[in-house]
């Protein structure tokens, strides 16, 4: 090989790597114009106070996909973390607190940054602690309708870098994870993050764990969480983290669909029948199963307090 070949081949080779590496790493979200929420009022960040005595791990679940917690007991928050060469993707950081220890345990474990964290939805107990990663560089994503409560309810977190309406792909070293908005159901903003690969699947707060959804159904749509439990029933996935607890299958989404259809109609059908809510209550029944789920006690009152209000918005009656 003649001197000026292969010099030509070094350089081609040369320029060709950067654009690859470049191209690495991508995805089709709408960028937001950060330099309009500036100046925007945000509330004090109930997670930011020093907590050394908070637990927090990171732990692989399989190959490149982790799962990380922050919190004790039943107050644990979590989602996954995706490791690639090109850079981490972390899932709801959760607490302002853990926040700084999540990044440098990925930064000394793994040797690389964080490029991606993706919001589930536009709720403080999950998306606190964004910035602590945006500061670091990393783009943060999540579905639109989470701007106007993030930025409405001034929450203390970064405000979303990229956005997208029903669909967005993210690929970052090689990696494809997918997010996807099915419909209202535990808020407006909800987003399902698949990671194809793994078979996993990050649905926060519509999915549960053997246990009870929260309190009496916060920022609640009950026909799209109906169509989400629907819709995570046709993935193909067999490790569900639900942002909370430990991981889930389908079987759990199964049975949390049995129960929301169930618990729906009775109070629906206790409510056309003229009972008061002091003798509703009384009056719907829990499956053994459903007895034996985490927080039963403290919730399943809630809960039909939750369904009560959604049944007694949308329904008119005779006249
Ligand atoms: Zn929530």
Known sequence: MSASLSRWLLLAIVSI?????????????????????????????????????????????????YRHTTGPGLAVHS????????????IDPAMTCTAGWLRDEIQHRFSVKVKYVVYTHGHADHISGGQVFQQDGAIVVANQRALEPIVGEKIPTAVPNKVFDTDMKITLGGETVLLHRVAPSHSDSMTMVLFPKYKALQCTDVCESKSMPYNDFLDFYYPGWIETLDWVAKQDVDIIDVGHYS???????????????????????????????????????????VKHWIAFDTMHTLNIVGMYRWVSNHRRGEW
């Open 17 to 65: 790597l950067p654009w690859q590496l470049a191209h690495a790493t991508s995805d089709n979200g709408i960028s937001v114009d950060l330099a309009k929420y500036a100046n925007r009022a945000t509330l004090p960040d109930f997670t930011a106070a020093a907590c050394p005595d908070n637990p927090r791990a990171l732990v692989q679940v399989k190959g490149n996909l």
């Open 79 to 90: 989602g996954f973390v995706l490791i690639t060469r090109e850079g981490a993707l972390v």
């Open 247 to 289: 991981p889930a299958t389908k079987a759990d989404e199964a049975a949390l669909r049995t129960y929301m259809v169930d618990l729906h109609k009775q109070v629906l059908d206790l409510v056309r029948s003229g009972q008061s809510w002091d003798q509703l209550y009384r009056n719907v029944k829990f499956s053994d199963e």
